[in-house]
């Protein structure tokens, strides 16, 4: 059991408190912060205001604060574990349908982060990527989760002095795309050789964004199979959420 510092300081520990509600509990209205904490409003205003300066946090266009860069370069593991073990048979299932290689992954900051790989059971094939790391703006399943964010969120995010993209109107302009289609393609902007379609998953609040892939050698991509790829990604990503649903519930 811990116990309260004797020398505690408040407006430390409403902050921390804050950065908290933020990553388990998802946006927050300044109102709903000054209730949770027993403040006043102002007080909350100005608790939240300094957590943007600091990119623990950052304010949407409907007036609400979600959690900032900082905290949203970890993942809370329990939440990975749980999406992965619900997201693997339907990997399996997707892999099966399309001969392909499967990826489920999740976006923390700058990055997306392959969680899970089902191969394609060809021998020229697209290779485990579990556990790698590719540029959450390049990568299919990335720009598909991206693309599920507020174009304030994802230009507050690459607008700091560490930003890998250089042409942030482009990246926009790219999301606006993939967010009219419902998909992302990714070819061989990360790999050459390797193209990958993907799809965001619609997480619960709380829960690192998430997508899924179909990644597969570019000399069997032809685009006039997109469609039928797409239809059977979309098919595989409405299971994960019902199953993720039906976990929260």
Known sequence: MKNKPAYGIDSVDHALQLATL??????????????????????AHRLLAMLVYRDFAQRTEDRRYTAGPVLR???APESVADLRRLALPHLRALAARTDESTNL?????????????????RVLRVGDREGRLLPA??????????????????AALYSTP????SDLGALLRDLRRVRRQGFAVNDQATEAGVTAIGQAVSCPDGMAPAAVSIAMPTARYRQD?????????ATAVACIERDLADLQS
Not at 137 to 154: D, I, K, M, P, Y
Not at 162 to 165: L, M, T
Request: glycine letters at 6%; hydrophobic letters at 45%.
């Open 22 to 43: 933020l990553v388990h509990e998802g946006p927050l209205r300044v109102t709903d912060a000054a209730e949770r904490l027993g403040v006043a409003r102002s007080t």
């Open 73 to 75: 370069n970890t993942a």
């Open 105 to 121: 992954m999740v976006v923390i900051g700058f990055q997306a982060r392959f969680i899970a790989t089902v191969e394609s059971p």
């Open 137 to 154: 703006h390049l990568a299919s399943g990335g720009r598909a989760a991206l693309a599920l964010r507020s174009e304030s969120e994802v």
């Open 162 to 165: 560490d930003s890998p993209v």
């Open 225 to 233: 199979r997109l469609a039928e790829w797409t239809q059977t990604l």
